[in-house]
């Protein structure tokens, strides 16, 4: 079955910037969203489309896309940035929808 | 307000079954399609199935393919999982999603409802 691949782990100190790649074969076809989830919570979209940020997602958030590779850069972290962060898409025929497995963003 | 209420979750044997509503107001239910994603405790979330907004076409993931029966009541404005066979693989909190028009994310999630499957 179809699989996105993200890093388990990224550390930034406050104020630096932060990148979290996810990467899949149907990539180029297929749009990949971001997700934020906080411990106990629903997740919350924060970038769809590759690279648009919905109403209420802070500027700092922002998406890029090359080739089999997403990323979600968050400049200036802020301690509140905190959080799980999901990649999504769908797979090549757009039936099946999928998640990376998650990266941990720590705020040093 | 665009709200989504899981319910049904529980403690629940091995082999045994179990089914989870959602209840969603706020929208017209019936314009979209809506999707079951879980998360299993302190592990990642995991897209479990998707139905139409008709409830015509249907997909699940292969881990629970044969298992879970997704359905639908427009009526009654409320989604359904079937979960049959469990195993402990499937404790899991499980989210109702509704997907997003004619792209594949999901705009909105329920709080979700906690299925343990355990002896």
């Known amino acids: 079955s179809y699989e996105l691949t993200q890093p388990p782990s990224v550390s930034v100190s406050p104020g630096q910037t932060a990148r979290i790649t996810c990467s899949g074969d149907a990539l180029p076809k297929q749009y990949a969203y971001w997700y934020q989830q906080k411990p106990g919570q629903a997740p919350v979209l924060v970038i769809y489309?590759?690279?648009e940020r919905p109403s209420g997602i802070p500027e700092r958030f922002s998406g890029s896309s090359s080739g089999t590779t997403v990323t979600l850069t968050i400049s200036g972290v802020q301690a509140e940035d905190e959080a799980d962060y999901y990649c999504q898409s769908a797979d090549s025929s757009g039936t099946h929808g999928v998640f990376g497995g998650g990266t941990k963003l720590t705020v040093l | 307000e665009v709200q989504l209420v899981e319910s049904g979750g529980g403690l629940v044997q091995p082999g045994g079954s179990l089914r989870l509503s959602c209840a969603a107001s706020?929208?017209?239910?019936?314009?979209?399609?809506m999707n079951w994603v879980r998360q299993a405790p302190g592990k990642g979330l995991e897209w479990v199935s998707y139905?139409?907004?008709?409830?015509?076409?249907?997909y699940y993931a292969d881990s629970v393919k044969g298992r879970f029966t997704i359905s639908r009541d427009n009526a009654k404005n409320s989604l359904y999982l079937q979960m049959n066979s469990l195993r402990a693989e499937d404790t899991a909190v499980y989210y109702c999603?509704?997907?997003?028009?004619?792209?594949?994310?999901?705009?909105?999630w329920g709080q979700g409802t906690l299925v343990t499957v355990s002896s």
């Open positions: 139905i139409s907004s008709s409830g015509s076409t249907i």
């Open positions: 999603a509704r997907k997003y028009r004619n792209l594949y994310y999901f705009d909105y």
């Open positions: 706020g929208f017209t239910f019936s314009s979209y399609e």
């Open positions: 489309k590759d690279s």
